[in-house]
């Protein structure tokens, strides 16, 4: 299955809504379709089903930036809202 990306434009902002596999090879039309306001925008991931690591960081991004999330399972949500953490070696890790 691929991904496919919707967006509505309201007088609040836009809604994007996000079906499907969500991978680093659809991030490119994801960030041109959600444009350049993230604060203003809904992401409604209600019909995504699997998310790649790539792509799990761009959407926890665009969450820091604003973004609001409407119909987020709980399984991409402790995924998105887990805090990243530093290792003793300075890199940072989601666990």
Not at 37 to 64: C, G, H, I, K
Request: proline fraction near 4%; charge should be neutral; charged fraction near 25%.
């Amino acid at each position: 299955m691929t991904i496919r990306i919707a967006r509505l434009d309201t007088p609040e902002g836009g809604c994007v809504k996000v079906d499907g596999w969500l991978g680093a090879d659809g991030l490119a039309e994801l960030e041109r379709v959600c444009g350049e306001s993230p604060s203003r925008l809904t992401l409604d991931l209600n019909d995504l089903r699997q998310a790649d690591e790539t792509a799990v960081r761009f959407l926890r991004r665009l969450v820091v930036d604003g973004a609001r999330l409407i119909n987020c399972s709980p399984y991409f949500a402790l995924l998105l809202y887990r805090p990243t953490v530093s290792n003793r070696h300075g890199a940072s890790s989601n666990y």
